[in-house]
């Protein structure tokens, strides 16, 4: 059964910290790989989608990498603000399109 | 705001009620995913359809009861529960089964 653990399980940063949040997985047979962030009370929003032949993806100050070999991904957020404060997720989609969520990573950013 | 849309936002109902959650989608996706997500833990995936067909259940109990009556709409039908089923049930939908899947802003579900 696939495990899916995120470190840190909370971060509180001053805006402007570059900051790198991380995943891994125990079952590297998967997919692709897919980051989400979840705001308080809300559904989730896909930040970024990693293709299982792709070793990161970008999109603007996020950039994620993926090594399935070592079953950890990374994601990384530039010039961090306060409207990044949210619960940001790590999920690998198993075969079927199966994703198995990780707890996620509470993020903080004060202003 | 989200293209995925969910109804009601919030739902409380006694252990012998029958109710429903729906969810809707007009961007032509022929996948479509329930999901139950307990406070403070990740999503976990209930039921996939695949072009109106039942693909995956994950060994749900039987009070819960999905239904895809055309590509556009997904319900999920809720009868006699317990209060362990009070959670956010968050509905995804995406183009086909192995494709990115977006996801509306849930029904906050709390069972008396």
């Known amino acids: 059964k696939q495990e899916v653990t995120q470190i840190p399980a909370a971060l509180s940063v001053p805006e402007g910290e570059n900051l790198v949040l991380n995943c891994s997985f125990t079952?590297?047979?998967?997919?692709?790989l897919q980051w989400f962030r979840q705001d308080p009370g809300k559904g989730l929003t896909s930040l970024l989608l990693?293709?299982?032949?792709?070793r990161e993806q970008t999109s603007g100050r996020l950039n994620a990498s993926l090594d399935k070999s070592s079953g950890r991904s990374t994601l990384y957020i530039a010039a961090s603000q306060p409207g990044d404060s949210a619960t940001y997720l790590c999920?690998?989609?198993?075969?079927?399109?199966?994703?198995?969520f990780g707890a996620g990573t509470i993020l903080r950013v004060k202003s | 705001d989200t293209e995925v849309t969910q109804t009601p936002k919030h739902l409380v109902m006694g252990m012998t009620n029958k109710k429903s959650l729906k969810c809707e989608q007009h961007?032509?996706?022929?996948?479509m995913y329930w999901y139950k997500q307990k406070a403070k833990k990740p999503p976990e995936l209930m039921f996939v359809?695949?072009?109106?067909?039942?693909?995956i259940n994950e060994s749900v109990p039987s009070r819960f009861s999905p239904e895809c009556p055309n590509s556009s709409l997904l319900n999920l039908h809720l009868h006699a529960l317990q209060p362990e089923d009070s959670a956010l049930y968050l509905c995804?939908?995406?183009?086909?089964?192995?494709?990115?899947?977006?996801f509306g802003d849930g029904t906050r579900l709390s069972i008396l």
């Open positions: 990693i293709q299982s032949s792709q």
């Open positions: 359809y695949s072009y109106e067909k039942l693909s």
């Open positions: 961007m032509g996706h022929r996948a």
């Open positions: 995804a939908s995406s183009v086909r089964q192995n494709q990115p899947q977006h």
């Open positions: 999920a690998p989609w198993e075969y079927g399109n199966k994703l198995v």
């Open positions: 079952d590297s047979a998967i997919y692709n």
